[in-house]
């Protein structure tokens, strides 16, 4: 029996590779790669009258959109689910530009998900002239906490000079970014005011700057991040998607620093239900993204982290992870962080000290489906993990 198999391409790239293999003619890899790739996009509330004009223009074009049943009637509003090749999409983009109802918007909405997804290496400018180079291969994020309560290392690194070795350690080891924090933000801990999170942190990132070292510091707090970048942090990581500190937005549109956006149900919002869980945090992360864009940081300074844990279930944070194209369409380079976490040992019943091949697993699914930055603990595994997956996915 001929060795027949089915074969999952993922880019345009992908599919000119099995062209040339095949031995197709050039002049028409333009015209065929764009079918091999198919993608589904949803798209939220949109109104039955447009959704249906949405339904007919892509059934017309050979793909598919699932509306509601109710949407038939013209009232209301409804979701839409697109199925399509990439040049199906093509197709109907191009005819949703002609249209009235806001057609036109969203056909450039749809085309910004699908370019964001294809997109390549960039570069970020961080802070003090420095520059990181993301999509080439998977960025190592080391965690540094120099706190006494921190869930997985709370106390190890409270002297500057332990927390100092430490980083030169996990440079050493493979890290790219140091990722400082000087305020627990573990579920059920009181964070410490500004002050001592400030003793905290200022010693060490003063020293790590002056050895040359990327430095993102994690905290929520205005002041705390305008006394980091002041003394030679690089980004901004912000537990708080500018919603716990009205001034962060300020500051980092002040200093045009880089910025971690993450998404936070644990000390904003705590409690409140999902309506549509990846939609709900695309939106959240959204409306950070755009205020930013609005008072004068670029996009390309901003990456988003969906915050596993942070307020949401294990079947939560498995959905998210697995959802992660989701927050690739955004445009923005994916953070993600699952070292160690409670989501890892509940999934194996296993304490903070037995999780590393959890956390392993699970950074390794994040690479496949998008992630960027992985923020880890363990960081001579979790290069050499990278450095693994990375071969198979970039």
């Not at 993450?262 to 309506?275: A, D, E, I, P, S």
């Not at 942070?310 to 369409?329: M, R, Y």
């Not at 976490?341 to 390794?364: H, M, N, Y």
């Amino acid at each position: 029996m001929p060795g027949h198999h089915a074969v999952h391409i993922t880019n345009q790239q992908e599919a000119i590779a099995f062209l040339q293999e095949i031995g197709s003619d050039p002049g028409s890899y333009a015209y065929m790669a764009p079918k091999a790739v198919h993608l589904a996009i949803k798209l939220k509330d949109i109104p039955a009258v447009t959704a249906n004009i949405i339904k007919q223009e892509m059934l017309s074009r050979g793909g598919e959109a699932a509306i509601s049943r109710s949407a038939i009637t013209g009232h209301h509003s409804t979701d839409v689910l697109l199925m399509a090749t990439l040049r199906q999409y093509a197709l109907l983009t191009d005819k949703l530009k002609q249209q009235p109802l806001g057609l036109r918007r969203l056909a450039g909405e749809i085309q910004d998900i699908i370019e964001n997804l294809a997109r390549g290496n960039r570069i970020i400018k961080l802070a003090h002239g420095r520059e990181l180079e993301v999509g080439g291969r998977t960025i190592i994020m080391g965690i540094l906490n120099v706190t006494p309560d921190s869930f997985s290392d709370g106390g190890r690194y409270m002297e500057p000079d332990r927390a100092i070795a430490r980083a030169a350690e996990m440079i050493e080891q493979g890290a790219d970014i140091i990722d400082i924090g000087g305020a627990s933000s573990r579920p059920d801990s009181v964070m410490v005011g500004e002050e001592e999170e400030l003793e905290r942190v200022l010693p060490v990132i003063k020293e790590l700057a002056a050895r040359d070292i990327i430095i993102s510091v994690d905290t929520c707090r205005a002041s705390v991040a305008r006394a980091a970048l002041d003394n030679g942090a690089h980004i901004i990581n912000d537990i708080g998607n500018l919603k716990l500190d009205p001034e962060m937005l300020s500051v980092l549109t002040a200093y045009q620093a880089p910025v971690i956006l993450m998404h936070n149900r644990l000390q904003f919002n705590r409690g409140q239900t999902y309506q549509d869980l990846i939609s709900d945090i695309v939106a959240e992360l959204r409306d950070s993204v755009e205020s930013l864009e609005q008072s004068g940081l670029d996009r390309s300074k901003m990456m988003v982290d969906p915050g596993i844990g942070f307020g949401k279930s294990v079947s939560e944070n498995l959905l998210i992870l697995k959802q992660l194209p989701a927050f690739k369409g955004m445009g923005c380079p994916v953070v993600v962080g699952v070292s160690r976490k409670s989501l890892v040992g509940k999934i194996l019943d296993l304490e903070v000290d037995e999780r590393l091949e959890g956390s392993l697993g699970l950074a390794a699914a994040s690479i496949m489906k998008g992630a960027d930055i992985i923020r880890v603990h363990d960081v001579q595994e979790s290069k050499r993990l990278a450095l693994a997956v990375d071969r198979v996915v970039r």
